[in-house]
Each structure stands twice: as C-alpha cells, then as structure tokens.
C-alpha cells in the first residue's frame, strides 16, 4: 500500500480528526439541543466493542515487539490501548452512575498520557505490560476506595470534565507526534495513529459540552467508535502489508531457487563435460597404447626372424673358427643377439603374443631386465623408484606373462598421474597372505 503524501495526510487528519468533530457537534447543538436518548444497552455494546478492539490491538502490538525485540515505540501504544481497553470494558459493564462517569473518565485520562509518552521515544518491550497493570488495578481501587462526585443534578462535575479535557490534550499531542513521525519516515502505521489519537482527542474535549444521553453526548460517543474503526483499518492494512511482505519474500525465494538450480545444472554440466573429456582422454590413451602394442608386435615377430638368421649365422662362424683373433667378436655377436632376443619377448610381452611357458624365474632380475622399457612406457615428468628385494625371488611363472603383470602395473600408475609430476614406487618382497588378509582387501 502507498502512503498518501504528508500534506493530503496532514489535512485528512485536520479535517477527519478535528474539523469534522467540532462541525458535527455545532449542528447537533443547533439542530437537536433538546434531543436526549436513554439506551444503556446500545451504550455497552459501542464502548465494550471498544474496549475489546483495543485489548485485541494490544495483544498484537506486544507480540509484535516479542518477535521483533529491542525498543520501539510501540511499547507505549500498547500500553495505552491495553489500559485504555480494560477501563472502558469496565465503564460498559457498570450502571449509569459515578462509576459510570469515572471508569470513562479515567480510561481517556489513561490512554491520554500514556499516549503522549510517545513523545518521550522507544522503551522497552516490558512497558506495554504495564497498560494492563495500571488499568486492572484502577479498576479495584476504584471499587474499594471512595470516588469524587462525577455528576451533579445531571451535569458532569469540574473533576469529570478536568479529566477528560486533560486526556484529550494527551492524545492530541500524540496525534502531532505521529504525524511528524509520519511526514520523516512514510510509514502508515504513524498516520493510522495520528487518526486515531485526534479522534480520542476530540471526543475528550467535546466531553464538556455535553450531558448523560443527549446529542452531544451520544456524538462524542460516535467520534469514540470511528477511533477504534481506525484502529481497526490499521489492523486490516498491517495484515495485508505482511500478506504482501510474504509474497515478495516467496517471489524471493522462487526467484533464488531458480538460480540456484540454474547453477547447480551448469555446475553438473561442467562436471559431466569435463568427465566425459577425461574419458575420452583414457580412451585415446588406451587406443594409442594398443595401437603401441600391435606395432610392436609386428616389429617384434619381424625383428626375432632376423635375430634367428643372426644367432644361427653366428654360431655357423664359431663352428667355422673354434679359436684365434675372430672367436671373440663372433661371440660378441652372438650375445649382443641373445639380448636383442630377449628385447624382442619383451615387447612381445608387452603386445600380448607371448607363448605360455611356466618356468622359474627371479623377479628382481626380470625387473632390472624390463627397466629400461618401463621407464619408457611412463609418463615423462614421473620417476620410477626401485625397491627391489635383497635376496633372490624366484617365482613360477610364465616370462611373457610376469612381465605384461608389471607393465600393466607401471602403465596403470603412469595413467592415474595424468600427465602430472609424480613418483612410481616398484616394490618386490615376499609376505603371507592369508584368509583374514584376502577378506580384508575383498578378494
């Protein structure tokens, strides 16, 4: 809801709070000054309904304060409203009488100064309990301690008349306090109040020219019940101004889920991209590496056919010259051609198109064999560290299969660095593996 402009807002009040009263109370004078009208249960129903509203007003104001905590000037409306409610519920329950002047008399002085407190500025939460103390407890003085004399031969006495007029001053000083408040901050809730207390204002100083049950007096009483309709229209634009509050905060929040799922999508994306290139990088990586080993299968399977004409022409020559100078590099030949061979099982371990041949073979030496090509097949800012057992470990195994074992171990290490600086430990021993231990690694 838009504030008005603090002008229009200033002139409603004038007009609403002040000159509507004053010209309505002229014309009843001059119109109907004889009119009287005796109908205490319509009496109690506008002051009771009254009274409760400003309970009812009361109630919220300090839960407000109880969510909101600190000091606000709030404190003192409700305080006022919750002493103010309590003596005119008092005041509709009584019979026409001195309590019946008093008990009204006393609720316009109590809500008038309490209400002009505000004033004094914002107080604690725990001053708006003290509106329900203060008017509970003038209710039991006033039934057990002796009261002034309110109404003499039908007219109010100076002692009702001073109470109210002094009340009405009170709440018109509270009426100016919310309507600067309103002009510097805007807030409807300033100008509702400034409606309210002119109203109460009003209706305590036109008490004086009235008397029980005649125009003036039945006028003032209306003035009284459009008051509390303003308290009521507060109450209705607060509701609605929290009802548009919480939809503005779901908005809000519908709008910050949206982009926080938004987020968390492209997030995902990300992830998923990024996944499927590191996939793709293992793939091409695989494929090279088959690729590698299919052509070093072939190379091996050609090159171990020149190795047999090697060897075999070699040992021809060594038959041919069993001893002198050529002996030595005839055999040279032939060791240089066995290493050869054993480089060619080597990779074609590594291809996979070794034969099966289980023999026993020392592990420590097939690895310092097999060093040289596994540092090659490695990732090249990653060093292998050889941790190699003392004594012999000798195993039965197939050559071309122990060594696809280890080079898969080396290639699968190489491949977890991803293309990262790293070292690879190579560690051979001997331990005892048994039932607990398998259980214990899931084998």
Not at 60 to 82: C, F, K, P, Y
Not at 198 to 206: P, R, W
Not at 384 to 409: F, G, H, T, Y
Request: overall charge negative; glycine content about 10%; aromatic content about 8%.
């Amino acid at each position: 809801m838009n504030a008005p402009r603090p002008t229009f807002a200033l002139l409603g009040v004038l007009v609403a709070g002040v000159g509507l009263p004053v010209v309505g109370s002229l014309l009843v004078a001059s119109l109907a000054p004889e009119w009287r009208w005796d109908h205490e249960p319509l009496h109690a129903v506008i002051e009771g309904f009254g009274g409760f509203i400003a309970l009812a007003v009361a109630g919220l104001l300090v839960n407000r304060l109880r969510i909101r905590g600190g000091h606000s000037t709030d404190a003192w409306v409700a305080a006022a409203l919750a002493a103010m409610g309590f003596l005119d519920v008092a005041h509709a329950a009584v019979r026409v009488g001195e309590h019946f002047v008093w008990f009204h008399s006393l609720a316009t002085l109590t809500g008038g100064v309490l209400f002009a407190l505000v004033a004094a500025g914002r107080t604690s939460r725990g001053v708006a309990h003290m509106g329900l103390a203060v008017g509970a407890t003038a209710v039991v003085a006033s039934l057990v301690l002796p009261l002034p004399a309110m109404v003499v031969q039908g007219e109010f006495t100076a002692v009702a008349k001073g109470l109210n007029i002094v009340g009405g001053l009170g709440f018109y000083v509270a009426s100016v306090v919310f309507m600067r408040r309103f002009r510097n901050r805007g807030d409807l809730d300033e100008l509702f109040f400034s409606g309210h207390c002119a109203l109460f204002g009003s209706a305590g100083l036109l008490f004086e020219w009235s008397t029980l049950w005649d125009g003036a007096w039945w006028w003032w009483h209306g003035l009284r019940l459009a008051a509390y309709g303003v308290v009521v229209a507060y109450v209705a634009s607060d509701a609605s101004r929290a009802e548009q509050r919480v939809l503005e905060l779901n908005d809000e929040l519908d709008r910050r889920n949206e982009e926080l799922e938004d987020r968390i999508a492209a997030e995902m994306e990300r992830r998923r991209l990024l996944e499927e290139q590191r996939w793709m990088a293992r793939l091409e990586h695989t494929q090279k590496l088959e690729s590698m080993g299919v052509l070093a299968g072939g190379i091996a399977h050609d090159f171990n056919n020149l190795l047999v004409g090697m060897l075999g022409n070699a040992q021809l020559a060594l038959r041919a010259v069993p001893s002198g100078p050529a002996k030595q590099p005839i055999l040279r030949i032939e060791g240089a051609a066995r290493r050869a061979a054993d480089l060619t099982r080597q990779m074609l371990a590594f291809s996979g198109k070794g034969h099966f041949v289980t023999e026993p073979i020392d592990l420590n030496v097939e690895v310092e064999e097999m060093s040289q090509l596994l540092t090659a097949g490695t990732n090249k800012k990653a060093s292998i560290r050889w941790l190699l057992q003392k004594e012999p470990l000798v195993v039965e195994a197939d050559r071309s299969q122990l060594q696809q074992v280890v080079m898969n171990l080396i290639t699968n290490a190489s491949d977890a660095l991803e293309d990262q600086p790293g070292l690879i430990t190579l560690r051979t021993g001997q331990m005892m593996a048994d039932a607990d231990y398998l259980q214990a690694m899931d084998v």
